[in-house]
């Protein structure tokens, strides 16, 4: 299998449970929620992603044409100690994660993460499931470490209350960022935090890359 990723990078994981844990985001191309391309924003499932994921230009990416190869260029990025933790994202990841590459990466030492929309179930030997569901696209993956829910998704019926008897470890509600509209989003925030309140299964995530500069 030829894997297609669009960026590979060290940073500090902002968001969620391992919230300023150094990891290695492998980033791969290609979503099957969206097209990537703003002309197709308004008919996708998921209208409000902010990342891109398409092609293989960006910092590390390309076109890796075995498990080894992608594992090897992700170790590369991990500096000396600590134990190495990779996050495979999107896009969609698990349209190319597959049992060859967690094992390569396990060889290697690492902890294996995946952010997933999950709308296809996730291959045994994850270390870590995040599941972000994204508006009413069918969830398969019901089952993981935690659960991460953009909000609110307006074109979507997204009271958490419907995931709440799903099988994961902990459960988080992320602020829908609004790009350009600081008020907006600040409005999210504090329904999120107001939600989480009266609601204390939940926890707020907030991207805390996006408040130190990091990618």
Not at 64 to 84: H, I, Y
Not at 88 to 98: A, H, M
Request: hydrophobic residues 40%; proline residues 7%; glycine residues 10%.
């Amino acid at each position: 299998m030829t894997y297609a990723v669009k960026e590979i990078y060290l940073t500090l994981q902002g968001e969620g449970n391992h919230t300023g844990r150094a990891a290695v985001f492998m980033r791969f191309a290609g979503c099957n929620l969206w097209s990537g391309l703003e002309r197709d924003r308004e008919e996708a499932v998921c209208q409000f992603c902010d990342t891109d994921f398409i092609g293989v230009d960006g910092p590390g990416g390309g076109k890796f044409k075995t498990a080894e190869a992608l594992a090897d260029a992700v170790a590369a990025k991990w500096p000396k100690g600590g134990r190495p933790y990779v996050i495979c994202t999107g896009g969609e990841p698990l349209l190319q994660l597959d049992a060859p590459l967690i094992d390569a990466f396990h060889a290697r030492g690492f902890e294996v993460g995946v952010e997933t929309n999950g709308t296809i179930a996730a291959p045994a030997g994850l270390d870590w499931i995040c599941v972000s569901p994204k508006a009413d696209a069918p969830l398969v993956q019901t089952s993981g470490n935690e659960l991460k829910l953009v909000y609110p998704q307006k074109q979507a019926e997204t009271d958490p209350a419907r995931f709440e008897q799903l099988s994961f470890e902990h459960f988080y509600l992320q602020p829908l960022d609004v790009i350009g509209d600081p008020e907006q989003t600040a409005s999210h925030v504090a329904s999120a935090a107001a939600y989480c309140l009266a609601h204390p299964l939940w926890r707020l995530s907030t991207q805390t890359h996006k408040l130190i500069g990091l990618p």
